[in-house]
């Protein structure tokens, strides 16, 4: 689009009108520029200003024009059919976009070069420091996870913040971005943020030193009395109801509401905060706190569930707030659960009571760790036959409120990985060792500051060869069922792997499963200098893409050693086996759900329906508002899936009958 500088005329209409300028002369209109809709507008610097067409109708039916009224401006950029209204100090140093209405705010200013929130260091984990990781517009779960965690890798560390310190001075500026279709109405003061396109600020208090990478596919929400600093929100993220952001990195669908407190924490996609608190936590995908008595401190989590009142310790009294906790994927705390950090938490493990005495239990995955008399007792395994488990593991992808096409974040949904069933595995190793030390007849063993019950003990080996069944069984027949088999020969050829990615440990980097030697390697070329940031990403996706291929040739391994041979030399026996072993511990294992889902429609469940009436009444008012049994949607999917199951497995079964 061209522009001009003002004639005579023009400038006597908007005198007329109210207008001053420091300098008429140094404002530039687009051709077919309409003088009637700038009124009161007060302009200081170099100015550019667009066409001013279009109408808008506002809820309830109001009709307003685009323009500039009640405004000053100093060295902005306006674009088409923008509506500044009520301005009441001003804006300066803006590139505003088209279509784009801002009413009724205090300022909206840059001051002096900024990098709009990139390069702060967030202090993530150990608020006296040694974590820092400087945010980004693109910083992704994985990214980070390796920036925090892999601090004994100081020269990758060193080059990693070279690659995200440049990408921040790029973005360094003397001019904001206020995107095309953004809405800022009724808001404070923006000091030194990027707003991207599409997004709606409605009643926000103050934003300083910031991105709002809002976009037509996943706009930004900032509500009332919200008030954020040094901070990057990407996109679909919605922050409301005078929530408090200070230091942070929030991913895309983020939810924090209703007063939440975050400060110098990273949180990734899907996350959500309502009334408790956040300080230095590395939030991966899906953490979730619902609850003003909660507060997430110096740790670690991803897929977590925090109950009311949960909360932890870092406190070492004599040098401060020190220490630092884990919890691994899929873990819950239950309403006033405490622990004292350091503890490293296992996998989909479920917290109940106060732990004092640093539990790792990071080798015992899918545990109850339960206070009892001021002692943590572990039950091993016990959450993988819970019907809460298998339902976070279902609803998880359906929650997935990314709606932005370029997800920074891989994230991997599978319950059972090479990730976590290496873990069961070493578990089921040390319960057996337990045994051994300390004899099969012990009634309480000892654990990494935990106690086992001798019940515990001998069900938890149980349920862990049932998981570790059930995930062989799964790799083995998902490699098979798309094949035509005729021979013995077609059918290792199959069962031979596509690469040798994948052999030896897994690691979980805040979301993406992935083979650790490919995860050391990439760390590896990045410590040389050899990557940017988009080719570490890339690589990073390549490996999240290829992850099926990668766990069959970790399953593989395992089935090797389980068969006691190669592949080359398996039998078709040894399949078979493998495939009634699957099909014995998906069937036990649903039945153990299914079992435990019905407790959910018990007589002690029903308590508190049918207050005013007899037994009858009860049970009626109960269904009429939980419904039955048989007909519950989760408690129908079980038996399908054994159905299914059981029919899959008898397919196989038959076609391995033909093979010659």
């Known amino acids: ?195 991207g396109d599409y997004a709606e600020l409605v009643g926000v208090s103050r934003l300083k030193n910031g991105s709002v990478n809002s976009n037509l596919y996943a706009p930004v929400r900032l509500g009332s009395g919200v008030k954020c600093s040094d ?144 002692d943590s007792y572990l039950v091993p395994c016990a959450n993988l036959r819970t019907v809460g488990t298998i339902r976070d593991a279902q609803k998880w992808p359906k929650r997935d409120n990314r ?39 012990t009634d309480v063993y000892g654990y990494k500051n935990c106690k086992i019950r001798n019940s515990s003990l001998r069900h938890g080996r149980e349920l862990y060869r049932i998981g570790i069944q059930k995930f062989l069984g799964n790799s083995l027949i998902s490699r098979l069922e798309h094949h035509t088999l005729r021979t013995m020969e077609d059918v290792r050829a199959v069962l031979r792997p596509d690469s040798e990615i994948g052999l030896g440990d897994w690691v979980d980097l805040a979301g993406m499963i992935a083979p650790k030697h490919a995860v050391t390697t990439l760390l590896n070329e990045i410590e040389q200098g050899n990557h940017t940031i988009q080719t570490i990403e890339s690589r990073l996706n390549d490996m999240h893409a290829n992850y099926y291929s990668y766990e069959w040739t970790w399953a593989l391994q395992r089935l090797e050693q389980v068969w006691g041979c190669s592949v080359e030399q398996v039998t078709l026996q040894q399949i078979r086996s493998t495939i009634c072993e699957w099909q014995a511990a998906v069937v036990a294992l649903d039945k153990m759900v299914y079992n435990d889902a019905r407790k959910e429609f018990d007589l002690n469940s029903q308590t508190g329906f049918g207050v005013d009436g007899d037994r009858k009444q009860m049970e009626a008012d109960f269904e009429e508002v939980r419904g039955n049994f048989e007909s519950n949607s989760f408690v129908k999917a079980v038996l399908e899936h054994i159905a299914r199951k059981t029919e899959l497995g008898n397919k196989m079964l038959k076609i391995l009958d033909t093979i010659q």
Request: contains cysteine; glycine residues 8%.
């Open 1 to 195: 689009m061209g522009y001009r500088l003002l004639t005579s005329n023009e400038i006597i209409l908007l005198q007329n009108q109210g207008c001053t300028a420091t300098d008429w002369q140094v404002i530039e209109v687009a051709e077919n520029f309409d003088t009637q809709y700038i009124q009161d507008a007060h302009f200081s610097g170099h100015n550019r200003l667009g066409l001013f067409m279009s109408e808008t109708i506002l809820p309830g039916g109001l009709k307003v024009h685009a323009g500039i009224y009640h405004a000053t401006l100093h060295n902005c950029e306006v674009g088409d059919d923008v509506r500044l209204y009520n301005v009441h100090n001003y804006i300066a140093n803006y590139r505003i976009g088209h279509n784009t209405c801002i009413e009724n705010v205090n300022a909206i200013l840059v001051d002096g070069r900024t990098a709009f929130g990139n390069g702060v260091r967030v202090p993530v984990m150990n608020e006296g420091g040694g974590r820092e990781i400087p945010i980004f517009d693109h910083l992704s779960a994985s990214l980070a996870y390796i920036l925090t965690l892999y601090r004994h890798r100081p020269m990758m560390i060193h080059q990693l913040e070279l690659l995200i310190d440049a990408y921040a001075d790029s973005q360094t500026a003397e001019m904001g971005e206020i995107g095309n279709h953004v809405r800022i109405i009724n808001c404070g003061s923006i000091k030194n943020v990027k707003i």
């Open 231 to 374: 901070f990057i929100v990407c996109s679909g993220v919605k922050i409301d109801d005078s929530t408090l952001v200070d230091k942070c990195f929030v991913g895309q669908g983020c939810v924090f509401d209703k007063h939440y407190s975050a400060s110098e924490s990273l949180f990734f996609s899907n996350c959500q905060g309502m009334h408790g608190e956040a300080c230095a936590i590395f939030a991966g995908p899906y953490t979730v706190t619902h609850h003003k008595s909660t507060l997430l401190i110096a740790g670690m989590f991803s897929f977590l569930n925090a109950g009311s009142g949960s909360n932890q310790s870092n406190h070492m009294y004599k040098l401060g707030p020190i220490h630092q906790g884990i919890a691994e994927r899929g873990a819950k705390t239950t309403s006033d659960s405490y622990l004292l950090w350091p503890s490293k938490i296992g996998a989909f493990s479920l917290v109940m009571g106060r732990h004092t005495h640093h539990a790792d239990t990071s080798d015992l995955p899918f545990s109850y760790l339960i206070e009892n008399n001021a």
């Open 403 to 441: 709606k932005d096409p370029h997800k920074l974040d891989q994230i991997n949904f599978n319950l059972l990985s090479p990730y976590t069933v290496q873990k069961m595995w070493r578990g089921a190793k040390i319960l057996d060792e337990l045994c051994a030390i300390s004899g099969e007849s």
